[in-house]
């Protein structure tokens, strides 16, 4: 069975701090796709990125940065220089081939100024 | 285009009443999700349609009903619903799971239900 562990309920930091939001994952699948979505006060959820299993290059998307270890089953996002507007919920989210997601259980980010 | 829209956005009612919530999306998406997210809690999932059929249902109960009367539309009728069930409905499409795997699901902003 697919799992999802965000272990950090909740996370404040000030302005211009860096800030890592930790997901870890279990599957038996080989093939396998990971995603992180951040929910903003206003609802939605924001796609933010998606990453199969055979792809362990890191990503740097402006001030946002994943890093992939299939080795500690990790997919960790940064935040660099965080901003207030980064203030959301961020979930993390396994999918197995042709299944549907599996959210984790969020990461509610406070950024005050 | 890469919007998902809902309506309403609020929603009130009663036990007895009767009301759906609507989700259309123009990204010519062939999957469209409903699910249900409770304050603090992730979304759960409570139906896929895939090609307009229904794909998944998660054991949701029949006060749920959901249908999809072409692509890019998806509607939830309400019907006797609890006061257990106020939460943010959530609308979401994709591009079809197929050999290439699970794609991204772009969601929309949701409907805020209260059952009196």
């Known amino acids: 069975a697919q799992k999802v562990t965000q272990a950090q309920t909740e996370i404040s930091v000030v302005e211009k701090e860096d800030v890592t939001l930790d997901c870890v994952y279990e599957t038996r699948d080989t093939t396998y796709y990971l995603f992180w979505y951040k929910q903003p006060p206003s609802g939605e959820l924001v796609f933010l990125i998606r990453?199969?299993?055979?792809?362990?290059q890191n990503e740097i998307s402006g001030r946002y940065s994943w890093n992939f270890q299939k080795s500690t089953s990790s997919f960790n996002f940064t935040i660099t220089a965080s901003q207030v507007v980064d203030s959301a919920v961020y979930f993390c989210a396994l999918s197995e081939g042709y299944s549907t997601l599996t959210f984790g259980k969020g990461t509610m980010l406070l950024v005050s100024p | 285009d890469t919007e998902v829209t809902q309506t309403p956005k609020h929603l009130v009612m009663g036990m007895t009443n009767k009301k759906s919530l609507k989700c259309e999306q123009h990204m010519g998406h062939r999957a469209m999700y409903w699910y249900k997210q409770k304050a603090k809690k992730p979304p759960e999932l409570m139906f896929v349609y895939s090609y307009e059929k229904l794909s998944i249902n998660e054991s949701v109960p029949s006060r749920f009903s959901p249908e999809c009367p072409n692509s890019s539309l998806l509607n939830l009728h309400l019907h006797a619903l609890q006061p257990e069930d106020s939460a943010l409905y959530l609308c979401?499409?994709?591009?079809?799971?197929?050999?290439?795997?699970?794609?991204?699901?772009?969601f929309g902003p949701g409907t805020r239900l209260t059952v009196l």
């Open positions: 979401a499409s994709s591009r079809p799971m197929t050999g290439q795997g699970s794609n991204e699901q772009f």
């Open positions: 990453r199969n299993s055979f792809d362990e």
